[in-house]
T-cell receptor
Framework: ELKVEQNPLFLSMQEGKNYTIYCNYS?????LYWYRQDPGKSLESLFV?????AVKQEGRLMASLDTKARLSTLHITAAVHDLSATYFC????????????FGEGTQLTVNP | DGGITQSPKYLFRKEGQNVTLSCEQN?????MYWYRQDPGQGLRLIYY???????QKGDIAEGYSVSREKKESFPLTVTSAQKNPTAFYLC???????????????FGNGTRLTVT
């Protein structure tokens, strides 16, 4: 059974600071996705990482994938309040071919 | 605009009643999915369908049923057999059944079901 673990689960940080969210998974996969969810809302796709060493950046967020370590990171640079949300990573199970397994989510709060 | 429409946004039911959640997409996606979200547990897959008239159980299918009679529609029925149905339900779709390439899952806005 594929397990996806994120840490930290809760993150409170000040504006202007940097931080990294980690996503570990338990089985072979080279397809990993990051999503953002605002309270009471749906999930918005942020990044699609499809190979070892993949790095994607959008604004203050940068995601990377190390398939050998089974690890993805979401790095936040100079955080702003608008980044406050819950961030999920999700891994595509290669063997099943049709389903994503999600981490528990990291609830990020950026304080002014 | 293309997208996924879930209805209703909020739904209240008495225990013991079946209830059906609607999910419609006009993205021409082949694959559709139902996820359940509980606080602190992320999303868990209930059912998914790769093609019309076919669907597979996810990790927590007990107490739920689905149908896929049309490409655009994938309704979810929460039956009275579901022991703890109160949750936030999210429907999603993707171009391919493997959600590969640059085609991540596209999510609807969700239905919040409360059963008392």
């Amino acid at each position: 059974e594929l397990k996806v673990e994120q840490n930290p689960l809760f993150l409170s940080m000040q504006e202007g600071k940097n931080y990294t969210i980690y996503c570990n998974y338990s089985t072979t996969s080279d397809r990993l996705y990051w999503y953002r969810q605002d309270p009471g809302k749906s999930l918005e796709s942020l990044f699609v990482l499809l190979s070892n060493g993949a790095v994607k950046q959008e604004g203050r967020l940068m995601a990377s994938l190390d398939t050998k370590a089974r690890l993805s990171t979401l790095h936040i640079t100079a955080a702003v309040h608008d980044l406050s949300a819950t961030y999920f990573c999700a891994v595509d199970e290669e063997t099943s071919g049709s389903r994503l397994t999600f981490g528990e989510g990291t609830q990020l709060t950026v304080n002014p | 605009d293309g997208g996924i429409t879930q209805s209703p946004k909020y739904l209240f039911r008495k225990e013991g009643q079946n209830v059906t959640l609607s999910c419609e997409q006009n993205l021409n996606h082949d694959a559709m999915y139902w996820y359940r979200q509980d606080p602190g547990q992320g999303l868990r897959l209930i059912y998914y369908s790769q093609i019309v008239n076919d669907f597979q159980k996810g990790d927590i299918a007990e107490g739920y049923s689905v149908s896929r009679e049309k490409k655009e529609s994938f309704p979810l029925t929460v039956t009275s057999a579901q022991k703890n149905p109160t949750a936030f339900y999210l429907c999603a779709s993707s171009i391919e059944h493997t959600a590969t390439g640059n085609s991540p899952l596209h999510f609807g806005n969700g239905t919040r079901l409360t059963v008392t």
